[in-house]
């Protein structure tokens, strides 16, 4: 893989120049000690070595509330309305990029997600090694420490003011390269990146799956009927919060509003989620997955079996922000396969 | 023929009228398809012939309920506007006391001369047709709510907590920052607004249909909140819902 030494003085220029054509998004403090994803001008601090975005990075591919289709009552015409700013996400971490890749493939299988594949194809993302990890992430467990694409341009700080940065693809070289030529990074710096990540995977290891993630679908099979999921339900608020906040959560509802003439009108969707009590309800006023049970249980079937028995990987990637976001902590998809796998050890 | 529509307000601050008026242009293109005959916050004469009543406040003295009773007989459909009207709202704080601590309070010396009795919401005393929550209500709503009436469609309420609006959002959760919220058992729909604006949510809009009342009280206890501070926000607004008449 291509890869060249940046230096933290150059980036300013270049974060200058992408924002000419690209609305740019960087990690930065927020209030509480957390990190997010905010608009990078001048003056704002990039935060290299944020631990977790506190919200999902889904929302610049899929947002909250999107327009599909507008539509005249009148006429009877329709068409549909896409939104695709050009958007520069700078220092994504490689579980975040696991999670854009799989929504990807999700929204190419079958009929393609127009909307989303116009957002997605006019956001360049650059990756980030991580140097701190949130203490409810257990990504480095869950195969979600390192990706090989869905990149654009790759940065690992390998000293206080120097980057190692590895090509993805030519729209990244092009942008990197933008304004000038830049030094091929040498046996030593690669070597320095590779270390920097050792590091980091390392560090991740605290906080772990005790067993190998392959082996959650075939555990889910057998736990189907576990009293665990009746014990945590009882403490499920239904308020979808671990839904929302997930990288590879994508369900939404479509809705429509007409304007106060009543004559031209906007169908939009917006984010759903499978833990809300009326998710399934379908005519009739039948629900069937009515019970909090039912709910809790999809949401572990969905992200370890059913995701998996499909595209071939887990529905989570670890990032740890269900766990945070759980106001009654029973959303911890490590704490939930550990106790499961713990169990499943001592049956016949 | 467009369908006539009164505005009536019980004991309330007329916020919620004022959210209609506050609609401006929009309001004017909507009363191209109804007639308003009643509506004292932005027009003088009254009718009694109308089909929907919108009506804002909660019943809070006898004579209230021969009023509000009137107001159902004549209407065909009865849609009760903001938290006082739906679920009692801050009125029923005084249900927590004994009436003559309240009237002490609020009238002084002349209380013997005011009826005032427990506060409750509209659906206590008459049947509802539709119910618009918040305090204020959220206008966009009311007017969304209003056009799909007028289009025949069964108007849309969010049933979900105002977590989802937060997410959606992308504030960051009070609890996280070691604050309550009422926003894991209150109805969205408001746009979790107060959040957005750096409060917390007081629960206006009432309890969402499905709410976990007991998980969310034991996640406030376990993050640190007592007996006393959890049950003082239930009763800000919700003081009818925990303890009905």
């Given at each position: 893989m291509t890869a060249y030494t940046v230096y933290l003085e150059q980036l300013h220029a270049m974060l200058a120049a992408w924002s000419k054509e690209h609305q740019v998004y960087v990690p930065t403090a927020v209030e509480g000690g957390y990190f997010d994803f905010k608009p990078w001008r001048e003056g704002v601090e990039i935060a290299f070595d944020y631990d977790l975005a506190y919200n999902t990075l889904k929302r610049y591919f899929l947002p909250p509330k999107e327009d599909l289709v507008v539509f005249d009552l009148a006429a009877k015409t329709a068409e549909m309305v896409f939104d695709a700013p050009k958007q520069l996400l700078f220092g994504v971490h490689p579980y975040d990029i696991r999670g854009i890749n799989q929504l990807d493939q999700i929204m190419e299988t079958g009929a393609p997600d127009q909307y989303y594949l116009h957002r997605r194809d006019a956001t360049v993302v650059f990756g980030l090694t991580p140097m701190r990890v949130a203490e409810t992430a257990f990504w480095s467990s869950m195969g979600a420490g390192e990706v090989d694409r869905g990149f654009d341009l790759f940065w690992t700080k390998t000293g206080p003011s120097t980057f190692l940065v590895e090509v993805g693809s030519m729209r990244g070289e092009k942008m990197l390269l933008a304004a000038g030529e830049l030094t091929p990074a040498s046996a030593g710096a690669r070597e320095a990146?590779?270390?920097?990540?050792?590091?980091?995977?390392?560090?991740?290891?605290?906080?772990?799956?005790?067993?190998?993630?392959?082996?959650?679908?075939?555990?889910?099979?057998?736990?189907?009927?576990?009293?665990?999921?009746?014990?945590?339900?009882?403490?499920?608020?239904?308020?979808?919060?671990?839904?929302l906040v997930c990288p590879t959560c994508y369900c939404f509802d479509i809705r429509e509003e007409a304007d106060e003439l009543l004559q031209k009108g906007v169908r939009f969707r917006e984010w759903d989620g499978c833990m809300l009590t009326s998710f399934a309800l379908v005519a009739g006023e039948h629900n069937f997955r009515a019970k909090a049970l039912e709910r809790y249980r999809h949401r572990y079937m969905r992200k370890g079996k059913y995701i998996y028995d499909r595209y071939g990987e887990l529905g989570c990637i670890g990032c740890g922000r269900c766990v945070r976001a759980c106001t009654t902590n029973i959303a911890n998809p490590r704490e939930v396969f550990n106790t499961l796998w713990e169990a499943s050890q001592h049956e016949d | 023929m467009k369908p006539k529509i009164a505005f009536f307000d019980f004991a309330g601050c007329e916020g919620d009228q004022l959210q209609v008026a506050n609609l401006e242009e929009k309001l004017l293109d909507i009363l191209s398809h109804v007639e308003v005959?009643?509506?004292?916050?932005?027009?003088?004469?009254?009718?009694?012939?109308?089909?929907?009543?919108?009506?804002?406040?909660?019943?809070?003295?006898?004579?209230?309920?021969?009023?509000?009773?009137?107001?159902?007989?004549?209407?065909?459909?009865?849609?009760?506007?903001?938290?006082?009207?739906?679920?009692?709202?801050?009125?029923?704080?005084?249900?927590?006391?004994?009436?003559?601590?309240?009237?002490?309070?609020?009238?002084?010396?002349?209380?013997?001369?005011?009826?005032?009795?427990?506060?409750?919401?509209?659906?206590?005393?008459?049947?509802?047709?539709?119910?618009?929550?918040?305090?204020?209500?959220?206008?966009s709503e009311f007017a969304r709510v209003v056009k799909e009436l007028l289009l025949g469609r069964q108007p849309w309420i969010p049933d979900y907590p105002v977590c989802v609006e937060c997410k959606k959002a992308g504030n960051i959760c009070r609890y996280d920052l070691g604050r309550i919220c009422l926003g894991t058992i209150t109805r969205a729909g408001c746009g979790a607004c107060c959040v957005t604006e750096g409060a917390h949510c007081w629960g206006c809009r009432g309890v969402a249909p499905k709410a976990n009342l007991d998980a969310a009280r034991e996640a406030m206890n376990k993050n640190g909140f007592d007996h006393k501070t959890v049950r003082d926000l239930l009763r800000f607004f919700l003081g009818d819902t925990y303890a009905p008449l």
């Open positions: 990146a590779r270390k920097a990540h050792l590091k980091i995977m390392e560090m991740g290891r605290s906080n772990a799956l005790n067993f190998d993630w392959k082996q959650v679908p075939r555990l889910l099979d057998k736990c189907w009927n576990s009293p665990l999921w009746q014990k945590k339900a009882e403490l499920c608020l239904a308020c979808g919060s671990c839904n | 005959v009643s509506f004292r916050e932005v027009m003088t004469g009254h009718s009694d012939d109308y089909d929907i009543a919108f009506v804002e406040g909660s019943i809070t003295r006898p004579e209230d309920e021969a009023r509000i009773k009137d107001i159902r007989s004549k209407a065909k459909y009865l849609v009760a506007l903001g938290a006082c009207a739906t679920i009692g709202g801050v009125n029923c704080i005084k249900n927590f006391m004994s009436p003559d601590v309240y009237k002490e309070r609020v009238y002084g010396t002349s209380g013997r001369w005011y009826s005032t009795y427990a506060a409750r919401p509209l659906k206590k005393v008459v049947k509802v047709d539709a119910e618009l929550h918040g305090c204020p209500i959220d206008r």
